[in-house]
């Protein structure tokens, strides 16, 4: 299996496999000017969530059952993706896709019934 394996590894995947990809090297940097915004703040001002890089979430408050509600299931939310729970980046409103998907199905049978 040695280099033929790899090579088709590389092939197939387009990088060999065990190695940090792009996505978890930018996370990780992410993650580390998150932690690192905090840090500079003074103890009292730290909040321990907001936005790095202008626009990305971070959320590294303990979680909450109302946290998750809010932003895992909440069908009446207007956005589909919200920040993580605990995390940087995004997660899907899952509530709001269900609600989304239910209100064009209900279209669409509204639309097949007759008049």
């Given at each position: 299996?040695?280099?033929?394996?790899?090579?088709?590894?590389?092939?197939?995947?387009?990088?060999?496999?065990?190695?940090?990809?792009?996505?978890?090297?930018?996370?990780?940097?992410?993650?580390?000017a998150a932690v690192t915004k905090e840090l500079?703040?003074?103890?009292?001002?730290?909040?321990?969530?907001?936005?790095?890089?202008?626009?990305?979430?971070?959320?590294?408050?303990?979680?909450?059952?109302?946290?998750?509600?809010?932003?895992?299931?909440?069908?009446?939310?207007?956005?589909?993706?919200?920040?993580?729970?605990?995390?940087?980046?995004?997660?899907?409103?899952?509530?709001?896709?269900?609600?989304?998907v239910r209100h064009k199905v209900d279209d669409?049978?509204?639309?097949?019934?007759?008049?």
């Amino acid at each position: 299996m040695g280099k033929q394996h790899d090579e088709q590894q590389v092939e197939k995947h387009g990088r060999k496999r065990g190695g940090p990809g792009l996505f978890q090297l930018v996370m990780v940097g992410l993650v580390v000017a998150a932690v690192t915004k905090e840090l500079q703040k003074d103890k009292e001002d730290r909040t321990w969530h907001g936005t790095v890089a202008g626009f990305v979430p971070y959320e590294f408050r303990v979680p909450t059952v109302e946290r998750f509600r809010e932003r895992v299931w909440d069908p009446d939310g207007e956005h589909v993706l919200s920040p993580h729970v605990f995390g940087v980046g995004w997660t899907l409103n899952l509530g709001r896709i269900v609600a989304l998907v239910r209100h064009k199905v209900d279209d669409s049978r509204e639309g097949d019934a007759p008049a």
